[in-house]
């Protein structure tokens, strides 16, 4: 049986990729662009994945 994912970003942990991208959508908004484009491609998400 495989691990369950969970994702990391901010101090946060996020059980399913649906919140984890909501996240960092807004942070992507509103903060470190650079930041989340790089947890973006940490965890194999593209920047199209959050609507940037």
Known sequence: ???PVVYEF???IYE???EFLDAL???YKVGDQE???DVLEQYGFE???IGA
């Open 16 to 18: 399913n990729s649906g």
């Open 1 to 3: 049986m495989s691990e």
């Open 10 to 12: 901010g101090g946060e």
């Open 47 to 49: 920047r199209s994945d």
């Open 25 to 27: 959508a807004h942070e």
């Open 35 to 37: 930041a989340v484009i």
